[in-house]
């Protein structure tokens, strides 16, 4: 399983990222976010805004941005938690550019 170690670089729609086998690959969620965006209640959509995609942050095994969907508890109140990425499918992404 490949994971994301670190972010390098952050430019609008492609993330530079430092690889657990210690390669480094960008990732270009161009496409991806395009069709997110199709549907604006998709979580995705929001980070076509280019000053909010640029608030990627690195956990150490994938990419998110902070307060990115709303997560309904057991109790029925909602809270803003992180969106995310699998990093297979970022994976996948790099590894096909």
Same mark, same amino acid.
């Given at each position: 399983m490949k994971w994301i170690e670190k972010i390098l670089q952050i430019d609008p729609y492609t993330v530079t990222c430092l690889w657990n086998d210690k390669k480094v690959r $960008? %990732?270009?969620l161009s496409?991806?976010?395009l069709e997110k965006a199709?549907?604006?209640k998709n979580s995705y959509a929001q980070l076509t805004d280019k000053k909010r995609f640029l608030q990627a942050k690195c956990d150490g095994t994938?990419?998110?941005w902070e307060k990115? $969907? %709303?997560m309904k508890e057991t109790d029925g109140t909602e809270n803003?938690?992180?969106l995310d990425i699998d990093p297979d499918f970022l994976f996948e992404l790099?590894?096909?550019s």
């Open positions: $960008v %990732i270009d496409e991806f976010l199709k549907n604006p994938t990419i998110y990115g $969907v %709303i803003l938690g992180p790099c590894a096909s």
